[in-house]
């Protein structure tokens, strides 16, 4: 079964604007990364926070961990209509196994 | 996509009939793993491989089998056991045990039962 539930499923905003997604997860994970999928394309590494972090910047992008709640947050600020795609969060467990959630499919409107 | 190639893009299929889906790396990557992707969902973890000649079961092995015999292989064969096959069918690699686990994704392989 999936790991990472991802909140909301779909998420509509204007160019300038900032995007939030939520993830939460069932099991204890080693890190939890963040990966962009544009259509029908492969899957893009964008950001990846250790168990032991709590917050992680990287361009416009912030990620927050909360162990005790088993969720994440990646947040996009002052998004682009370029970053029109789908959001996946992902758990990387002590067996060295991926799990993946459902997505969040950000449009960003010009 | 990051040194990693699936052939072919687009795959049609009987039904009944088995058919291998490639994925080649030259990342000099340990870890390998596919993924299916059902339309509007996530990935789901069919099988992965940490190291030369062993794997794991993922959460949707039934109808698959995997073989690791070079490093930088790893096919993917979907059996007539499989009864819903169509799907979007994804290969990662990343470097292995120890590491943080950065996967980096081939570009897919389309399949279709016909």
């Known amino acids: 079964s999936q790991q990472g539930e991802e909140d909301p499923q779909a998420l509509s905003i204007q160019e300038g604007e900032n995007a939030t997604m939520n993830c939460s997860y069932k099991?204890?994970?080693?890190?939890l990364q963040w990966y962009r999928q544009n259509s029908g394309r492969g899957l893009v590494h964008l950001i990846l926070i250790r168990s032991n972090e709590r917050e992680k910047h990287s361009g416009r992008l912030r990620v927050t961990l909360d162990t005790s709640k088993k969720s994440s947050s990646l947040l996009i600020t002052a998004s682009r209509a370029a970053d029109t795609a789908s959001y996946f969060c992902a758990t990387y467990g002590n067996n060295n196994d991926m799990r993946f959630g459902a997505g969040t499919r950000l449009t960003v409107k010009p | 996509d990051g040194g990693i190639t699936q052939s072919p893009k687009y795959l049609f299929r009987k039904e009944g009939q088995n058919v291998t889906l490639s994925c080649e790396q030259n990342?000099?990557?340990?870890?390998m793993y596919w993924y299916r992707q059902d339309p509007g969902q996530g990935l789901r973890l069919i099988y992965y491989s940490q190291i030369v000649n062993d794997f794991q079961k993922g959460d949707i092995a039934e109808g698959y089998s995997v073989s690791r015999e070079k490093k930088e292989s790893f096919p993917l064969t979907v059996t007539s056991a499989q009864k819903n096959p169509t799907a979007f069918y994804l290969c990662?690699?990343?470097?292995?045990?120890?590491?943080?686990?950065?996967?980096?994704f081939g570009p897919g392989t389309r399949l279709t039962v016909l």
């Open positions: 990662a690699s990343s470097i292995g045990a120890g590491a943080a686990g950065e996967q980096f």
């Open positions: 099991t204890s994970i080693n890190n």
């Open positions: 990342l000099n990557h340990d870890a």
